[in-house]
């Protein structure tokens, strides 16, 4: 499982976009966190880049790449190696180095500019939301037969989580306002790594104080300990359960 | 002759009446005793020390000052010092540790009905009530610094507590730790000035029925609820400066039923609301400056006349927030940060209104709980299509010129 690992990194960093990618993170990072005085606003915008970017590329660069080595990987299956063996070692040669990217271009100037807490649960989310996305890309990978559709599907899955579930529970706040629903939303929302991502960040910095302005149950909950670990933990989730079924699923494919 | 030797007499003898006479209170001396045999007019130097003596009443016009902080301690059990005659002046003393109790407003400095009272440049610490005020007239409090440390509103008391007074003067203090900095009840024609009131667990400032009073130059910072005033006319606040009252319940300042009054200069730093407006009328709110709040203004559609020209509106989540389509105020001349719109005559008005309430805080003043889709991509773009095409937000709250450039304030 090593040496197929180490065949993709390898891979990976001949074409060079991995490193293209850290650099784009790193420029954004650099100028941003210099751009405003306050830093706090430095990573909010920083968070922005990462709810919005960080998904979309992680996702379309994983699929396409699993779609272009997919005559590598039967090439290996050929071999008397297992096929789950296979598929998992495809999945951390191209999650590690993205999550690797997103830890050095963001990371390193967030904690050499403005070292914090937050600063810190920006990094474990943007690192989290990779392995989340790379992982929907594999199952996305698995599940479709063509290159054509399965880039189509990922598209679709990333505009979902970060726009048409926002939009699907805020119509669902709006029409069943009159009912007590805090406990429910905050239920839902973990159904979006996305929206688990925001509000687990936006908890540790001062605009946290905005959402819980109505006495909102999810600041009281999401704002604790208890929460943090909540989200952290549903986020895992979110890594695991994809991951798992695809593994499941390529087992049994018919290639 | 003697006539006149006579009415010399009597004139040498009003005098030396009239120019009164310095007595020392030696350290661990009893005021009280002293107080009674003094004559009315007298001064008493207290030497510095450790006086452990409390309920001390002052019933004649006598001025009291401390040499080096003498300190009085009420042991936490009782009242200190408690003034009930006309022109006494209290001047640097140190009182300390006075009562709790529910049936009696316990309070370091108790002024009762009297005119003319100066307390100066006095350290009142750990009191349930520092400076309390009942039914006076023309009084001063300056220079102190009224501290303590309450953890909670029901077991605490108020800095300067001012019931049903006239032409108060408080300047110059420092207020903190107790439950209001400054508290006012049917207190008139009063100024306050140049105070610094922080970390109050409810209020920095607090008034209620308190007519035709002057705020200025005072700062009101990190007091858990910021400042409250309610059903009030003639109200002018001046040079303040509220910052950080951040908190899930917080306002720079709140106003309630407010008339006919001035916001004018004042500076609105780091707070969860700057302002927040109900049936409130005719305030001029000018050449104030909002930065870094969350939301600078919260106008209730009940409010109505009232102009706001002239603010700079700079770091807000929020610029103005109300809660409904009615808006009766005039919005004109100030400064936006989020304000797109071009000016083509370069004369420093923007040429297109700006629209201050964006649709997702319409929709959060309806729905709280949407407050859950925080800066997520939907809400900006909720945001930026309302920008283009107004169809939910209250197209009467605008501002038709808008500055492109920042007010110097």
């Known amino acids: 499982m090593k040496t197929i690992i180490k065949y993709v990194l390898l891979d ?89 990217a997103y830890g050095i271009g963001i990371g390193v100037p967030l904690l050499l500019l403005a070292p914090s807490t937050a600063a810190v649960t920006l990094l474990i989310t943007g690192i989290l939301l990779t392995l989340i996305f790379s992982s929907l890309a594999l199952l996305i990978f698995v599940k479709s037969k063509d290159k054509t559709k399965g880039i189509g599907v990922a598209i679709i899955t990333v505009l979902f989580f970060t726009l048409l579930f ?35 960040m936006l908890l540790q910095l001062d605009v946290a104080v905005l959402m819980g302005y109505s006495g909102a149950l999810f600041k009281k909950f999401l704002g604790s300990a208890t929460g943090s670990v909540f989200s952290i933990a549903c986020l895992l989730f979110w890594v695991v359960v994809p991951l798992l079924l695809s593994v499941r699923i390529f087992n049994k494919k018919d290639l | 002759m003697l006539r006149t030797v006579i009415i010399l007499l009597l004139l040498a003898s009003f005098i030396s009446d009239a120019d009164s006479t310095t007595i020392r209170l030696n350290a661990g001396g009893s005021l009280q005793a002293m107080l009674d045999r003094t004559p009315a007019g007298d001064t008493i130097l207290i030497s510095k ?45 140190h009182i300390q540790n006075t009562g709790r109790s529910s049936m009696v407003d316990m309070a370091g400095i108790k002024l009762q009905n009297v005119t003319n009272v100066l307390v100066k440049n006095c350290r009142i610490l750990n009191t349930t ?49 107790h439950r209001d900095g400054i508290y006012f009840e049917f207190v008139t024609g009063s100024l306050i000035e140049k105070n610094v009131s922080f970390g109050n667990i409810r209020y920095g400032l607090h008034f209620m029925f308190s007519h035709n009073d002057t705020y200025k130059g005072n700062v009101f910072e990190n007091n858990g609820a910021g400042v409250a005033v309610m059903y009030t006319k003639g109200v002018i606040m001046q040079n303040n400066t509220f910052y950080h009252n951040w908190g899930d319940a917080a306002y720079g300042i709140l106003l309630k039923d407010i008339s006919d009054s001035k916001i004018e200069h004042n500076k609105f730093d780091k707070n969860t609301v700057g302002i927040y407006m109900e049936g409130s009328s005719r305030i001029h709110v000018a050449n104030n400056e909002f930065t870094n709040n969350g939301w600078a203004m919260r106008i209730q559609a009940s409010c109505d006349g009232n102009v706001f020209e002239r603010n700079n509106f700079v770091g807000s989540s929020f610029d103005v927030a109300t809660n409904g389509t009615m808006m009766l105020n005039t919005f004109k001349d100030n400064y936006w940060d989020k304000y797109d719109g071009y000016d083509l005559d370069r004369d420093g008005i923007g040429d297109v209104p700006y629209y201050p309430v964006s649709i ?43 500055r492109t450039k920042k007010w110097k304030l």
């Open chain 1, 12 to 100: 990976l960093f001949r074409n060079k976009v991995i490193m293209v990618y850290t650099l784009i993170l790193a420029i954004l990072a650099i100028s941003v966190l210099n751009l405003d005085d306050n830093a706090s606003k430095g990573l909010l915008s920083l968070l922005n880049v990462t709810l919005l970017f960080v998904p979309i590329i992680t996702i379309l660069f994983s699929t396409i790449y699993f779609f272009n080595s997919i005559e590598f990987i039967e090439l290996l299956l050929s071999q008397p190696i297992k096929r789950s063996k296979v598929v998992l070692a495809e999945y951390y040669g191209v999650a590690l180095p993205l999550a690797a």
């Open chain 2, 49 to 93: 020390g450790f006086y452990k003596q409390n309920s001390i009443i002052v019933r004649k016009p006598i001025t009291l000052i401390g040499e080096g902080f003498p300190v009085f301690d009420g042991a936490k059990k009782n009242e200190v010092i408690i003034v009930t005659a006309n022109n006494v002046r209290l001047i640097g003393l």
């Open chain 2, 360 to 402: 997702y805080s319409v929709i959060t003043e309806k729905i709280p709980t949407a407050m859950i889709l925080y800066r997520s991509f939907l809400t900006d773009m909720m945001d930026q299509v309302e920008k283009v095409m107004p169809s939910v937000t209250p197209d009467m709250l605008k501002d038709d010129s808008p």
């Open chain 1, 166 to 200: 926002d939009g699907m529970l805020l119509a669902f706040i709006y029409s069943f306002s009159d009912y007590p629903i805090d406990s429910a939303v905050v239920g839902i929302i973990a159904f979006n790594p996305v929206d688990l991502a925001r509000v687990l």
């Open chain 2, 129 to 177: 009530y520092g400076v309390y005020l009942q039914n006076c007239n023309k009084c001063i409090v300056e220079g102190s610094t009224i501290k303590a440390y309450a953890k909670d509103e029901l077991q605490s008391g108020n800095a300067v507590h001012a019931w049903k007074c006239n032409n108060l003067l408080i300047k110059g203090n420092m207020l903190s730790g």
